[in-house]
């Protein structure tokens, strides 16, 4: 699976003040430029927070800032702390977190001097191991609501623009297309129209740079719905109340900026997962990364507007994880690597012996480990004979420090009826799988 670890934090029982919260462009130029990793479709970003710098997952389907970890980060100061709870997507019950506010967040010049953040220091709520990377917090609604905001997706910057910015107002208007979205409890909302075997549907769904799938569905608000004859049960993510399950499937299409998308990949979480989240009116689900990332897209909360222009990616096929499993990353070891040369240093034992030895260097380098998160029930992985928690060393003869979490899941989505050959250790023993990738949606 892609990581379509969707973290829709829906707060509750939070009443917000926005007393003087709002980022601006601290400078006299008229844009503010981001650069940003891309992760499974997913946007992060460095901000400094009191001075720190912290690497954020910019969401537009979140509207509070919320902070996971802060790692060997132990200098940061926080102000104004609070206690409350926390609820969301997935199946257990609200979570213990603090409120802080009076914070100064720095986008690489795009300041906000009275930021609200919300805590959560819990590792079960850490999804750095998912992507690869540290990964400290989530930012969404308060970065966009009153600037245009560019997402690049091939030069993966983020642009902010000033408002008296006529260049990029000329740019819109000459190569994107416009569409309305409506802006509700601080998240973008669109209306796509999606066809299902003979029908179309006109539906309304989130604009969601946080999950990393293409298209989400709640079946129990799409009453036009029914689910596709073939689905496949798999784990979707992880929110802040638990895991998230549900199906998979194929559609007929939808369509978004110039692009009609045929038989895209849809999720459907299932009733337990969402059941705390708080619907608007008439929404029924979400367009996620794997369908934002084919374009460049620019929010403009403040007019109520959305535009795309397609990238190098608009026409790529929808692929699924098809091995069956998923990888995390385990942390890091220390690997020492021995470099001979052919130039050679004498050495004396003795007045009158002399010998040539070769010269050997010694390096140690922190590297990544992977281990097997989860094995999707009757998949060819599980058929295998792989298990949760096998130590993944090589994949098709490559050693897997060598590789990233973004390059394992590309390959593991890679083409139907290709083969992986994945040894693994397990209880200090070396096993050799292997099994052929299939699509069976």
């Known amino acids: 699976m892609r990581l379509s670890f969707v973290l829709y934090f829906f707060l509750f029982s939070i009443t917000s003040v926005y007393c003087q919260s709002e980022f601006k462009i601290n400078s006299p130029k008229k844009k503010v430029v981001i650069p940003f990793k891309l992760i499974n479709n997913l946007i992060f970003i460095p901000i400094k927070v009191n001075g720190e710098e912290l690497t954020f997952l910019l969401d537009t389907g979140v509207e509070e800032t919320i902070l996971f970890s802060l790692d060997d980060k132990e200098q940061i100061q926080f102000f104004h702390i609070e206690q409350l709870k926390l609820k969301g997507l997935g199946s257990n019950d609200a979570v213990d977190a603090y409120k802080s506010s009076k914070n100064k967040l720095d986008a690489n010049g795009f300041v906000d001097l009275e930021h609200e953040i919300y805590i959560v220091l819990d590792q079960e709520f850490n999804f750095s191991s998912q992507v690869g990377i540290p990964v400290n917090g989530i930012i969404g609604y308060h ?9 690049n997706y091939e030069t993966k910057k983020v642009i902010v623009y000033a408002d008296e910015n006529q260049k990029i107002a000329k740019q819109l208007k000459r190569s994107y297309k416009k569409a309305s979205i409506a802006v509700e409890e601080s998240k973008p909302y669109f209306i796509s129209n999606i066809q299902q075997d003979d029908k179309t549907i006109p539906s309304k769904l989130l604009l969601d740079t946080g999950n990393s799938d293409a298209l989400w569905i709640f079946l129990n608000k799409a009453q036009n719905f029914t689910k596709p004859e073939k689905t496949i049960h798999d784990f979707l993510g992880r929110g802040f109340s638990g895991d998230i399950f549900g199906l ?24 337990t997962s969402i059941k705390s989240v708080n619907f608007v009116p008439n929404r029924i689900g979400s367009i996620g990364g794997e369908v934002l990332s084919r374009f460049t897209i620019v929010f403009d909360y403040k007019n109520n ?8 990616k608009i026409n790529d096929p929808f692929n699924f994880n098809m091995s069956g499993i998923e990888v995390e990353h385990a942390g890091l070891e220390w690997t020492k690597q021995t470099f001979g040369s052919t130039d050679g240093i004498k050495v004396y034992t003795s007045a009158s012996d002399e010998r040539v030895q070769d ?8 590297k990544p480990v992977f281990k097997i998160a989860s094995v999707r029930v009757n998949s060819n992985a599980e058929k ?13 003869g490559r050693n897997s420090q060598d590789l990233t979490i973004e390059k394992i899941n590309e390959l593991l989505k890679s083409e139907e009826g290709k083969t992986i050959k994945i040894e693994i250790e397990r209880n200090n023993i070396t096993l050799t799988y292997q099994f052929q990738l299939k699509s069976i949606l």
């Not at 978004?256 to 299932?270: L, R, W």
């Not at 507007?305 to 190098?312: E, K, M």
């Not at 010269?359 to 140690?364: E, H, N």
């Open 248 to 271: 998979r499937g194929r559609i007929s299409g939808f369509d978004f900026g110039t692009k009609q998308f045929k038989n895209p990949i849809v999720t459907f979480p299932d009733s």
């Open 359 to 366: 010269k050997l260097q010694i390096r140690f380098e922190l």
């Open 305 to 312: 507007a959305v535009y795309s222009s397609p990238n190098g």
């Open 143 to 151: 970065f966009f609501k009153n600037h245009k905001v560019e997402i």
């Open 384 to 396: 295998s004979g792989l298990k949760k928690g096998d130590r993944i060393m090589k994949i098709n």
